[in-house]
């Protein structure tokens, strides 16, 4: 059973409109969500993170929400720009054995965005 | 170098083969990670080790066997692999404490085909 769930597997969107990508958790127990973005052939590199205790952390055109009681997060892009068009895979963070953080990620979603 | 280094990026081997997979963190990070990324499907989680030592072994199948000499240096032996087996395997790194942001970095993976 996935415990970080990104349900739309693609999004399309037109350059300079806002992207929405959401993704869902079931463990009540993680304290830190982050989003990743990746390319082809590349690995996935950090992109913004949110801990539990806030709602929203911004950084430049990107904005993470998030909805505890929902167990809901979200990553708003805007404006969107051709560059931005990646993999964007979610990831929740929770202590585990021997204080080594371990990340659970969802499936991630196909980011497109259209000139 | 700076970063996560993997070598190599792209391996075929057939499946009496034994090949091994290089990760080396320049980051001073003292925690290390192998995951494994099969198309459609959610960063798969399969060894944790932190200062050297295993913490995590996500039911990964005796196939696969890592070793971790120190912290800068993460390999995974492959030995009688199967076809399923082919996938992306990114190594990671992280340090565990603190409060600061938990995020890994990633490095560019190994793609892995087993004919």
């Known amino acids: 059973d996935q415990q970080v769930k990104q349900n739309s597997p693609s999004l399309s969107v037109q350059e300079g409109r806002i992207s929405i990508l959401n993704c869902d958790y079931t463990?009540?127990?993680?304290?830190?969500f982050l989003w990743y973005k990746k390319y082809p052939a590349e690995g996935p590199t950090f992109l913004i993170s949110i801990s539990s205790i806030k709602d929203k952390n911004e950084d430049g055109r990107f904005t993470v929400f998030l909805n505890k009681s929902a167990k809901h997060l979200s990553l708003h892009i805007v404006p969107s720009q051709p560059g931005d068009s990646a993999v964007y895979f979610c990831?929740?963070?929770?202590?585990?054995?021997?204080?080594?953080?371990?990340?659970?990620f969802g499936s991630g979603t196909q980011l497109t965005v259209l000139p | 170098e700076t970063g996560v280094t993997q070598t190599p990026r792209h391996l075929v081997m057939g499946m009496t083969n034994k090949k091994s997979l290089k990760c080396e963190q320049h980051?001073?990070?003292?925690?290390m990670y192998w995951y494994k990324q099969s198309a459609k499907k959610p960063l798969e989680l399969m060894f944790v080790y932190n200062f050297k030592e295993q913490t995590e072994n996500n039911s990964v199948p005796s196939r696969f066997s890592p070793e971790c000499p120190n912290s800068s240096h993460l390999f995974l032996h492959l030995h009688t692999l199967q076809p399923e087996d082919s996938a992306l395997y990114l190594c990671?790194?992280?340090?565990?404490?603190?409060?600061?942001?938990?995020?890994?970095?990633f490095g560019s993976g190994t793609r892995l085909t087993v004919v």
């Open positions: 463990n009540s127990m993680f304290d830190y």
């Open positions: 980051l001073g990070h003292n925690a």
């Open positions: 990831a929740a963070s929770g202590v585990s054995s021997g204080s080594a953080r371990q990340l659970t």
């Open positions: 990671a790194s992280s340090q565990t404490s603190g409060t600061a942001n938990y995020g890994y970095t």
